[in-house]
């Protein structure tokens, strides 16, 4: 069982940037892939970025590719997600989820476990 906390969300102006954290518990999370997810009001859940349980491997959707990095610290539990040269189309709902596999994956049904989310507001 890996349970995910969230935080680091907030309201920041368009060239603005954030980093969200990812808190987890369990023994098993250097084993375990990462990912970042994003739901928008009124649309589907998008990939965001992904990291493998080494943190060697990190993979990202075109839309965010060279404005967010995605890193991980093993020793303290927690994935991050920084994110640079924000626009108000990164508004959404943040989540982070863990895939037991460990490599990385784009594929929300690869993931096992979920936070609860944090929102993001850009403002132009």
């Known amino acids: 069982q890996v349970l995910l906390v969230e935080s680091g969300g907030g309201s920041v102006q368009a060239g603005g940037s954030l980093r969200l954290s990812c808190a987890a518990s369990?023994?098993?999370?250097?084993?375990?892939?990462m990912g970042w997810f994003r739901q928008a009001p009124g649309k589907e859940r998008e990939f965001v970025a992904t990291i493998n349980w080494s943190g060697a491997t990190t993979y990202y959707a075109d839309s965010v590719e060279g404005r967010f990095t995605i890193s991980r610290d093993n020793a303290k539990n927690t994935v991050y997600l920084q994110m640079n040269s924000l626009i108000p189309e990164d508004t959404a709902v943040y989540y982070c989820?863990?895939?037991?596999?460990?490599?990385?994956?784009?594929?929300?049904?690869?993931?096992?476990?979920w936070g609860q989310g944090t929102q993001v507001t850009v403002s132009s």
């Open positions: 369990g023994r098993t999370f250097s084993t375990v892939a």
């Open positions: 989820a863990a895939a037991a596999g460990g490599v990385v994956v784009a594929r929300s049904e690869a993931y096992d476990y």
